[in-house]
């Protein structure tokens, strides 16, 4: 195979470690100064790196789109003001990306400090990496499994390092989403994204990647293991 297509290397960015090919690597400073100090020797030699960024590091909000809003200004514009709103962030310290094809379906938005992101692309750069993505691990393993949620009714449950994520979607648009401490009760967060999306008291599936809980009555529980 070619190095073209050669698959590939992915790195795991928690708050206080750096996984790569089953290695962590402990990072005892804040982020961007820790990543401009780890050794060159330990990073991949792949031209083609993913970074996935642990959802502790990150914010996610829902979106729905208010009917007539326009295109590109108007979007980013209320994209920043439901951050303001939900989180307490703003540009400049935070950037984030939503899909711009979402409207009119709700669509999840996923946020995360300006200065860790100049840092991975500086890195990257320093290594001569092409960054193929950079994404959380609620995304990453969301479409990682994208072919196994089936249910039409479903949420999927990501755990990362000391916390959860936990998003809803019904009929393939997304109804909800909570990221908490990892010590918070997951029925009850799914309890409560049902119950805003006006879904209390309907059954569905919940996919696991971490740790297995117990659902909510009426749902049913299916594991995907780890996929890192």
């Not at 209320?78 to 303001?84: D, E, K, T």
């Not at 860790?116 to 959380?136: F, P, S």
Request: hydrophobic share 45%; with cysteine; charged share 20%.
């Amino acid at each position: 195979m070619s190095p073209f297509w050669a698959e590939a290397a992915t790195i795991e960015l928690a708050p206080e470690a750096l996984r790569l090919g089953g290695r962590e690597l402990p990072l005892g400073a804040p982020l961007p100064v820790a990543l401009a100090a780890l050794p060159m020797d330990l990073l991949p030699r792949s031209r083609r790196v993913r970074v996935v960024v642990d959802d502790g590091l990150l914010r996610y909000a829902l979106i729905h789109w208010p009917a007539g809003l326009g295109r590109g200004a108007e979007r980013q514009a209320f994209v920043a003001h439901r951050l303001r709103e939900v989180h307490g962030i703003a540009a400049p310290a935070w950037c984030w990306r939503v899909d711009p094809e979402s409207a009119p379906r709700p669509a999840l938005v996923c946020a995360m400090p300006t200065d860790l992101l100049e840092r991975l692309r500086q890195l990257a750069k320093e290594r001569g990496w092409k960054l193929v993505e950079i994404t959380g691990a609620f995304a990453h393993r969301y479409n990682l499994a994208r072919r196994q949620l089936k249910a039409p009714l479903g949420a999927l449950l990501v755990e990362g390092a000391g916390r959860y994520t936990l998003g809803l979607w019904r009929e393939g648009a997304w109804q909800g989403v909570r990221s908490q401490p990892a010590s918070a009760e997951r029925a009850t967060a799914l309890g409560l994204l049902l119950g805003a999306a006006g879904l209390a008291g309907e059954g569905g599936t919940l996919y696991v990647a971490g740790r297995a809980c117990q659902p909510p009555p009426g749902w049913r529980v299916e594991s995907l293991g780890s996929m890192a």
